[in-house]
């Protein structure tokens, strides 16, 4: 925790729930309470659009679906708005559910056109029911009563918005700081790496999905009470671009931007109002076309949003190192050393008419490093991808100790021991070092959403840290844990996927050219941390292109040429082999 979270949320958390009580005109108040409430709204859109990269501009009708429980049950049934706070919540993780399992799995730019679907299809069911009053909405709702106490629609309501706002950004910010936070927020960098980690991306994306949903149904509550009136237009398709707009605004990947982006809005949106008609009369929408100037003007000069401003003067506190002693996390056998831990047998990958692996056969034994080479398009990441479930086989078997993995998807291959790096550098580069080595530990762990907001899971994240610092200390890079990802040259990114994929206690370890970009100095770094990892015991299988690196590394080479295995043997074997000199030359043999 930083400092400004340590001191300055308690403070702004003071201010927020004291200012009714203070001298402050009825007016700011009450755009205090819509800031409150478009920020519970855009804190949902900041984890779903700014941390876990989905798009959505349906927002807005997850609010509706909460402010018309609220009327329904408080006008047509009297009911308490308790109870209907927990069923319009129940109404949105459902409606999240059913729709998130249609819409999540599409890709690129399907969902947000998805979610402009569901939310017009649901702002037209809002409108043509009968028994929620069509266009005209419900009205009369009464005001909301605790413990007896009118909060009315200014300042009582005010403590009850903001403390649910305050609540949902301290929730928030805890649950990006934990393990399925941080699962949350390596969403953005690709399934790939997520389901290499042992992450079930799609259970990821639905928890995200659904915690947006509930955060827009309590704003959605809590304006029906503050309205004392709902009908469909404040939830359309256009509140929903503009509640979007404010998480893009603010600054889509903090959970202050919310607040910020909220702010800014619910004030240009105000004074436009009553500044355009006196400039140029009151026919036109003229708020819309200002609006969108804005964001052009923030996207090109402020693309991560208002917030950065701020958050660049704030000081950057490291993570208190609080893990000393934490107990070990579990770990799985080792295998014995010279035992066969992965067997490749005949296996084939055809691309349509292309035959990208064919029929290809090779083992991997306990403590050895066996390097896969051969020249550009043989097969050797096709072939990589094949055993670590990216693809799927067209024909042939692999076993990894004993045990049939074919068809298996990543995230079940990671569980079972398998762990791996990538071609092209997959990290988080806004979480640090050790966060970013403490994803590869995801396996190992157990504590879900609910156990992060409410910081039950400590014992483990402790567990974690120390597992992540001991992975950086066996590659030589503890001291570096507090620096962000983003910020290291490619060699040591390459050293902190190799820690990301140690901390799962893997018992075979596979490298994607490792070597590929790297300077000579990072090279001999690299090959000196995977020596030291052989002479550790572990197993490893490198796909690599780097002839000179390879050779002076591996104990045994597989070389493919055009899909095929061309040859396997030792170093020595495979330098003296004409063939294989003929096949990286280009020549016929
Ligand atoms: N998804 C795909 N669809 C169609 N063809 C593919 C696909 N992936 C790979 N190929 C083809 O399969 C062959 C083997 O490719 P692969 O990437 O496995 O080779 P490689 O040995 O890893 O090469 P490089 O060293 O260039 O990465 C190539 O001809 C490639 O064009």
């Not at 999240?96 to 402009?116: N, Q």
């Not at 066969?340 to 990958?349: A, E, F, N, T």
């Not at 997959?426 to 609910?450: D, H, W």
Request: glycine share 12%; hydrophobic share 50%; charged share 15%.
């Amino acid at each position: 925790m930083t400092n400004v979270q340590r001191f300055a949320f308690p403070a702004f958390a003071a201010l927020m729930l004291l200012l009714p009580a203070l001298p402050v005109p009825d007016f700011w108040i009450t755009q205090s309470n819509y800031i409150g409430m478009y920020a519970l709204v855009a804190l949902g859109l900041v984890l779903l659009t700014g941390v876990a990269g989905l798009t959505s501009f349906g927002q807005a009708a997850f609010v509706g679906v909460g402010a018309y429980s609220a009327a329904f049950l408080a006008v047509k049934m009297s009911g308490s708005p308790w109870l209907a706070l927990l069923i319009g919540v129940g109404l949105a993780v459902a409606a999240a559910v059913v729709l998130g399992a249609i819409t999540l799995r599409m890709s690129g730019h399907y969902l947000p056109l998805a979610t402009i679907a569901w939310g017009l299809a649901l702002n037209y069911t809002m409108a043509n029911m009968d028994w929620l009053g069509k266009y005209d909405g419900i009205l009369g709702i009464p005001t909301l009563k605790v413990f007896g106490y009118d909060l009315g629609t200014g300042r009582g309501l005010h403590v009850l918005i903001w403390a649910f706002a305050l609540l949902a950004a301290l929730a928030s910010m805890r649950l990006l700081d934990s393990r399925p936070g941080r699962a949350i927020r390596s969403l953005k960098s690709g399934a790939t790496m997520a389901e290499a980690m042992g992450i079930s991306t799609f259970r990821a994306k639905l928890t995200v999905f659904v915690i947006a949903a509930v955060l827009a149904a309590v704003s959605g509550w809590l304006f029906a009470f503050f309205q004392r009136t709902v009908n469909p237009s404040p939830f359309s398709i256009g509140k929903g671009i503009e509640y979007l707009f404010m998480a893009v605004l603010g600054g889509v990947g903090h959970v202050w931007g919310a607040f910020l982006g909220a702010g800014v809005v619910r004030i240009i949106e105000d004074q436009l109002q009553i500044l355009m008609p006196r400039l140029i009369g009151t026919s036109g929408n003229f708020e819309t076309i200002v609006f969108g100037i804005v964001l052009v003007v923030v996207l090109k000069y402020a693309p991560d949003g208002l917030w950065t401003f701020v958050s660049r003067r704030l000081p950057r506190a490291d993570r208190v190192r609080d893990w000393d002693g934490a107990a070990p996390l579990p770990a799985r056998d080792k295998p014995t050393h010279g035992e066969s831990l992965l067997q490749v047998d005949k296996v084939r990958k055809e691309f349509g008419g292309l035959v990208a692996v064919n029929d290809v056969s090779f083992e991997v034994r306990a403590g050895e490093i066996l390097g896969l080479i051969g020249p550009n398009g043989a097969g050797k990441s096709t072939t990589f991808n094949l055993i670590t479930g990216v693809l799927t086989t067209t024909a042939g078997r692999v076993r990894f100790r004993g045990e049939d993995i074919t068809g298996l998807p990543s995230r079940q291959i990671a569980r079972r021991g398998i762990s791996r790096t990538f071609q092209h550098v997959k990290i988080i580069p806004e979480m640090t070092v050790l966060e970013n080595v403490a994803l590869g530990g995801y396996l190992r762990g157990s504590s879900g959403t609910v156990g992060a907001m409410l910081r039950t899971d400590r014992a483990e994240e402790r567990r974690l840290f120390a597992e992540a610092e001991r992975q950086l200390a066996r590659i030589g890079m503890a001291d570096r844990m507090h620096e962000m990802a983003g910020n290291l040259a490619l060699g040591p990114q390459r050293l902190l996927e190799i820690a990301r994929a140690l901390c799962s206690d893997p018992s075979l370890l596979l490298l994607d050219e490792p070597a590929a970009g790297l300077r000579h100095k990072e090279k001999q770094a690299l090959a000196e941390v995977l020596r030291q990892l052989k002479g550790e015991g572990m197993s490893l299988l490198l796909v690599e292109h780097d002839m000179e690196f390879i050779m002076g590394l591996t104990d045994r080479i597989v070389v493919m040429e055009f899909g095929t295995l061309l040859m396997e043997g030792t170093p020595s074997e495979v330098q003296a082999s004409p063939k294989v000199r003929a096949a990286y030359l280009g020549t016929e043999h």
